[in-house]
């Protein structure tokens, strides 16, 4: 049997009145348990650590639509924003 078999992410618990200070996060760790950690068993940390960092950065912030972004992507911002100068160099 594999080292880490199943991983829990937990969302912390905010103060009595404050439900929506967390909802973000908790979203994020949702989703991220849901992609990740128990999609299979993972012999090492660090290869769960990687698959982690992989999943965020291949697709988490490739594909999630930011309100501060004009409700676009991290990448589609970035290629609006970069005049075509910088492009062709």
Do not use: C
Not at 23 to 31: D, I, R
């Amino acid at each position: 049997m594999s080292v880490l078999a199943r991983h829990d992410l937990v969302g912390s618990m905010g103060r009595v009145g404050a439900a929506g200070d967390n909802a973000a996060m908790e979203s994020f760790f949702a989703l991220l348990q849901k992609n990740v950690p128990d999609r299979r068993a993972w012999a090492t940390r660090q290869e769960l650590r990687i698959a982690i960092v992989t999943w965020i950065e291949r697709t988490y912030h490739r594909r999630r639509r930011q309100r501060r972004l004009a409700r676009s992507t991290p990448v589609e911002y970035e290629t609006i924003m970069t005049p075509p100068a910088a492009l062709a160099a």
